[in-house]
């Protein structure tokens, strides 16, 4: 196992729970607020990222709620990497998000799942 290999193992608990807190974040558009342009649920969704990622000793940015970036390192070049963290509005396909974390946390309960390359 490689460096890289135990520390992504040793954080991958950390990195499940959170996951699935990202999950329960209903970070639907809604009314927007001089500090959450396109709601508080979307921002809240863009506050707990950017937590996340400074927790992992990367550098946030928070441009007035309209995006968020983390940076690791210092260099000319980078590496880019774009998502998005709003969703739709639950309904009938609302289950798929509590389908997707209970597959995760039954995925995840099996310690020796932590340390294979499988796919989640």
């Given at each position: 196992?490689t460096?890289l290999d135990?520390?992504?193992?040793?954080?991958?608990p950390?990195?499940?729970?959170?996951?699935?807190?990202?999950?329960?974040i209903p970070?639907?558009?809604?009314?927007?607020?001089?500090?959450?342009?396109f709601?508080?649920?979307?921002k809240e969704?863009l506050n707990h990222a950017?937590?996340t990622?400074?927790?992992?000793?990367?550098?946030?940015?928070?441009?007035?709620?309209y995006?968020?970036?983390?940076?690791y390192?210092e260099?000319e070049?980078?590496?880019?990497v774009?998502?998005?963290?709003?969703v739709v509005?639950s309904?009938?396909?609302?289950?798929?998000?509590?389908l997707?974390e209970?597959?995760m946390e039954?995925?995840?309960?099996?310690?020796?799942?932590w340390?294979?390359?499988?796919?989640?």
């Amino acid at each position: 196992m490689t460096s890289l290999d135990a520390r992504i193992a040793n954080l991958f608990p950390s990195i499940i729970l959170n996951l699935q807190e990202s999950i329960r974040i209903p970070s639907i558009q809604g009314d927007p607020t001089l500090d959450a342009p396109f709601g508080i649920q979307v921002k809240e969704a863009l506050n707990h990222a950017l937590k996340t990622a400074s927790s992992l000793g990367f550098k946030t940015y928070d441009l007035d709620g309209y995006v968020g970036w983390a940076e690791y390192g210092e260099s000319e070049n980078m590496i880019v990497v774009l998502g998005h963290l709003d969703v739709v509005p639950s309904g009938e396909g609302g289950r798929v998000l509590l389908l997707a974390e209970r597959y995760m946390e039954i995925k995840c309960s099996d310690e020796e799942q932590w340390t294979t390359k499988d796919p989640l």
